[in-house]
Nanobody
């Protein structure tokens, strides 16, 4: 069973930055894809960024140029650097890894962008 633990969420002003972390219980190199999703209040969960072994990196249009995904394979940790944050980025952010047809999710970390 894969366990994912996110951290780094919080309250930030518009225009600010946050870095989210996701610590995995297994080697992140073993997964077919790793990434981040988010769910805003009253909305469906949506893709933010996905890094796939097979198709490369897929970004939501709304975060291109502002958000960056990175990984520390030695420590099995995934990061999401979020810059120029907007109120519409307010959501619970979830770490996701995929192995074949199976998705694994973290518990989520809340990000609130507000003045």
């Amino acid at each position: 069973q894969v366990q994912l633990v996110e951290s780094g969420g919080g309250l930030v002003q518009p225009g600010g930055s946050l870095r989210l972390s996701c610590a995995a219980s297994g080697s992140i190199r073993s997964f077919d894809a790793v990434g981040w999703y988010r769910q805003a209040p009253g909305k469906q969960r949506e893709l933010v960024i996905l890094l796939s072994k097979f198709i490369g990196t897929n970004y939501a249009d709304s975060v291109k140029g502002r958000f960056t995904i990175s990984r520390d394979d030695a420590n099995d940790t995934l990061y999401l650097q979020m810059n120029s944050l907007k109120p519409e980025d307010t959501a619970v952010y979830y770490c996701n890894v995929k192995r074949g047809q199976i998705d694994y999710w973290g518990q989520g970390t809340k990000v609130t962008v507000s003045s």
